[in-house]
């Protein structure tokens, strides 16, 4: 690597390289950081701190065609009358949530994301 050093008051301040110099250390930065994304998203996966999810769950939670406490409350084989009861709320509270005619207090929404082992951000 040829690298100009520019120095100020006797002490190195920048180091200039060719473009294409350049380009490749970005880029192998650029790489380094997609590697170790990788190997915490593995390392969060085999220690229990993340999940993968079926496609036809991203899917549905891509979609937006239903609410996403519908959809993740199903994918964790709940029926409404099981989430209201581990959340101490009413079956019809789900109900009004997941239909979006009642919008819930963030209390409820954290709640609602411990018993279904989600974010609150993954619901909302």
Not at 6 to 33: C, H, Q, S, T
Not at 44 to 53: I, P, S
Not at 66 to 82: A, I, M, P
């Amino acid at each position: 690597m040829s690298a100009q050093i520019i120095e100020k008051e006797g002490i190195p301040e920048f180091a200039v390289i060719p473009i294409d110099e350049y380009n490749a250390l970005r880029e192998k930065a650029e790489m380094l950081d997609d590697v170790g994304a990788y190997d915490r998203a593995i390392h969060e996966l085999a220690v229990g701190e993340d999940e993968t999810v079926p496609s036809d769950v991203a899917k549905r939670l891509i979609a937006g065609d239903e609410h996403s406490l519908k959809v993740w409350r199903e994918y964790r084989g709940l029926t409404q009358d099981d989430l209201a009861n581990a959340a101490d709320l009413s079956q019809g509270q789900i109900a009004m949530l997941e239909a979006s005619k009642r919008k819930g207090t963030i209390d409820v929404w954290k709640t609602l994301a411990d018993v279904l082992g989600v974010d609150v951000d993954d619901l909302l």
